[in-house]
């Protein structure tokens, strides 16, 4: 079976859904193609998916949906062939879940319209640092991207027992709710962000407006 990754973020093979692919990848023993969609070549990359037994799209969640860039894939792709399947991972910076849940309604659609087998659609939330933490902070997360690809490799199908605990959680809970808003207010929730911020000299205009009243 012809198995092709799908890179869908615009980020390439710096972002955190290449080290995705590669996790995946580990777990199937295998090394398969991955197309990356931030190539832009929409028609070349739409021929080469319609000669897959099994599409693996990767991709990060911007702003509730799919990126810009992998819509546009879409709309070009070519209906599926014979038995093909498709499965999905988002990965976002959300802690929730549920924050992909029209993203999950939208791929689902895709598939169907294609003529895809949708195999699911798997959600990782949290993932915004995957990138910048050492590989032992990583380990659990890794773990279990390898057994979810060992799986697939083995069976054909998702685990779904994997891929709920790769969504996990769904919604947070009123205590932990709780506990992020003192974290906050104590200037440690958002660590990340700062960081972010000052590596790219904004820290002194994060409060700026420029589209305000």
């Keep these: 079976m012809k198995t092709i990754f799908i890179n869908g973020s615009p980020h390439g093979r710096q972002?955190?859904?290449e080290i995705f692919i590669r996790q995946l990848m580990i777990g199937m023993d295998v090394v398969s193609d991955v197309l990356y969609v931030s190539?832009?070549?929409y028609d070349e990359l739409a021929d080469q998916a319609a000669l897959a037994d099994r599409l693996i799209f990767v991709m990060p969640l911007y702003v509730h949906a799919?990126?810009?860039i992998v819509m546009k894939l879409f709309e070009v792709m070519k209906p599926a062939k014979k038995g093909a399947q498709i499965l999905f991972v988002v990965q976002s910076g959300f802690i929730e879940a549920a924050q992909?849940?029209?993203?999950?309604?939208a791929l689902k659609h895709q598939a169907a319209r294609l003529g895809y087998e949708c195999l699911g659609v798997v959600v990782r939330g949290n993932s915004?640092?995957?990138s910048l933490m050492p590989e032992?902070?990583?380990?659990?997360?890794?773990?279990?991207l390898q057994a979810l690809g060992q799986r697939l490799a083995e069976t054909g199908e998702l685990d779904e027992v994997i891929a709920a605990r790769l969504g996990d959680p769904y919604r947070?809970?009123?205590?932990?709710?709780?506990?992020?808003?003192?974290?906050?207010r104590l200037g440690l929730g958002d660590l990340?962000?700062?960081?972010?911020?000052?590596?790219n000299h904004a820290y002194k205009k994060r409060f700026d407006r420029p589209f305000g009243q």
Excluded: I
């Design 15 to 17: 972002g955190n859904s």
């Design 39 to 41: 190539t832009h070549q």
């Design 66 to 68: 799919m990126p810009g």
């Design 100 to 105: 992909s849940a029209y993203c999950v309604k």
């Design 128 to 130: 915004a640092g995957v």
């Design 136 to 144: 032992k902070a990583n380990r659990k997360l890794f773990e279990d």
């Design 172 to 184: 947070l809970s009123r205590q932990k709710l709780c506990q992020l808003q003192l974290l906050s």
């Design 192 to 199: 990340y962000w700062q960081y972010m911020l000052r590596k």
